[in-house]
């Protein structure tokens, strides 16, 4: 059997070798870099401005979608806010007439405390008719609460009117300012008397009432307090009406008439105290209103 024969290089051989591969790939190296160098020319003039605008568009689009979000976000909270400021301002808006009922309410206390000496029921006015002047109105209260004709009525400082009519759960009510109204009525320093009469045009124009049928020979002057009359077949004495102003001789020049500012609030009137005590004249005694 041969035997194969054994191949063997010499160290310098194997140098001269890898020293020719390593010129024959630096050559090949070369050749190849100017042959792609004008296609890495082409792909940089071209390709690069392209990556460029495409990176541009992205992160145009990034910045909308976010503003995007942003804009939708503070829609949101906006409409978060508006719903939080109306909600504020309904609330503000009970308070404000919490506010004027417990003021309201309070008058009323402060009334009833001072005309204690009355039995009396407290009402809400339920209408006032056409116009903002409270002349007739009708309140929630009735037959059923103790309420009956020609009864008292009071609020704010004093005197109102008088119950006209009256239902199981309700009841009409004429103030002294409606036409027709009159009220013997008395100055508290001086104790003349006079009638103080209802006169809607009055009361719309300057927010006075009429007031007539003072002797000639009265002592009462402007800013006298009066009040109901203890002569009145109606009323009850002593209740406060207004400060008397603008007194002048009439025309007969045996009478005095003036107007007086009352001490309600026509304008304003929502709740009401009535005296549940009626006025008791002896039917043989002429008395006025």
Known sequence: ????????????????????????????????????????????????????????????????????????????????????????????????????????????????????????VGARVISNGRNNWYENFVINKGSQDGIKKNMNVLSGRGLVGIVTEVGANYAKVQSIIADGSNVSAMSVSTLDTCVVKGNAERIHSDGNIDVAFISKDADMKSGDELVTSHISSKYLPGLRIGNVNDITIDSSNLTKSAHVTPV???????EVLVILDLKEVPDDVETAD
């Open 1 to 120: 059997m041969k035997q194969r024969r054994k191949i063997e290089f010499s160290p310098k051989f194997l140098l001269i070798l890898f020293t020719v591969i390593c010129i024959l790939l630096v050559m090949v190296s070369a050749m190849f870099s100017k042959v792609t160098k004008p296609f890495s020319v082409i792909v940089s003039t071209i390709i690069v401005p392209m990556q460029d605008g495409i990176n541009s568009i992205g992160l145009w689009a990034d910045d909308y979608f976010e503003s995007f979000e942003d804009m939708k976000t503070l829609r949101e909270e906006n409409e978060k806010l508006a719903n939080r400021v109306e909600e504020l301002t309904h609330m503000n808006e009970n308070l404000s007439t919490d506010q004027e009922e417990l003021e309201s309410l309070r008058a009323l206390l402060v009334l009833d405390e001072e005309y204690k000496e009355y039995k009396k």
């Open 264 to 270: 309600v609030d026509f304008q304003h009137i929502k």
